[in-house]
């Protein structure tokens, strides 16, 4: 079954059914009225429910005495040059075609064309309009750099990186109009630590976080870096090191056809770490 829209309709004109000689262009007696209009295969709105009215299509019925009239919708190409002449004089309008058959008070009938301009009031959302809209108002977390030892790392030590376990989770957005809403989610996916001498890891996941209550044979981790060098010497003695989180995009859509996967983001925090040796005393 097709879909059915209810359409602003303003009736432009009426051109009488005539065979001799083409109509002068009149305005209709009534200005404005809704009908309904149904797209065909094609998407062209050339159907619509007969109606029974005084002025328009889609009106109340009798009023006041005036002579009742049928509207039935017609294909354009029937009309024809009469069709021609108001496309020539309002080329920029969308139209649908009604053949008006009214009954006059004695007893004869008269048959108009009417070529009613159609607008939508509610035109459908677009869904990519709605992902940009709902990409826009999607906040990811900034990452907080966590490294053990706590303070000061040390060379010929290993450091451990994580950051903290709540940004690792997805994250969505929605944005909806007209019973279409589409959502956008973003997933972490890993992160890479640029740790300031050149040198970067790259991290499966956030990390595991350094429990200082146990002893280093009884924890593990596959998020860490060995310094080589101190960092004496640096800008303000310490290594500038960036740890950056890669986010996975993609959306959905729901009332509309859509979604998919989108080009990834990346968040970002750095800080500065200083970098020392531990000297050994011999005595």
């Known amino acids: 079954m097709r879909s059915r829209r209810l359409l602003r309709t303003t009736v432009v004109a009426a051109v009488a059914w005539a065979a001799l000689a083409l109509p002068a262009f009149a305005q209709s007696p009534g200005d404005s009225a809704y009908g309904w209009v149904e797209p065909d295969d094609e998407g062209a709105t050339v159907g619509a429910e007969e109606v029974v ?19 039935t919708p017609v294909e354009a190409d029937l009309v024809g040059e009469q069709a021609e002449l108001i496309f020539s004089r309002m080329p920029n309008a969308d139209y649908v075609w009604y053949l008006q058959e009214c009954t006059n008070p004695d007893g004869t009938t008269s048959s108009t064309f009417i070529p009613v301009e159609v607008t939508d009031p509610d035109p459908a959302p677009d869904p ?35 950051l903290d376990g709540a940004i690792w989770q997805p994250r969505s957005s929605s944005a909806s109009a007209g019973g279409v809403t589409a959502t956008v989610t973003a997933a972490p996916t890993r992160t890479m630590w640029d740790l300031g001498n050149g040198e970067t890891v790259i991290c499966d996941g956030p990390g595991v976080p350094y429990d200082t209550r146990r002893s280093d044979a009884e924890q593990s981790t596959d998020c860490s870096y ?34 998919g996967a989108l080009p990834g983001v990346t968040t970002s925090t750095s800080t500065s770490v200083p970098v020392g040796e531990v000297q050994a005393l011999n005595q």
């Not at 900034?142 to 451990?160: D, F, G, L, Y």
């Open 226 to 259: 060995t310094y080589r060098t101190s960092s004496a010497g640096r800008p303000g003695n310490t290594y500038p090191v960036t740890a950056t989180v890669e986010w996975q995009l993609s959306w959905t859509v729901t009332g509309a056809p859509g979604g």
């Open 128 to 162: 990519e309009a709605l992902r940009a809209s709902a990409q826009d108002q999607l906040r990811l977390p900034t990452p907080n750099v966590r490294m053990s030892p706590p303070s000061e790392q040390v060379v010929h030590v290993a450091s451990w990186l994580w």
């Open 53 to 71: 009215d005084n002025h328009s299509p889609g009106g109340g019925g009798d009023s006041g005495g005036s002579s009742p009239c049928t509207w």
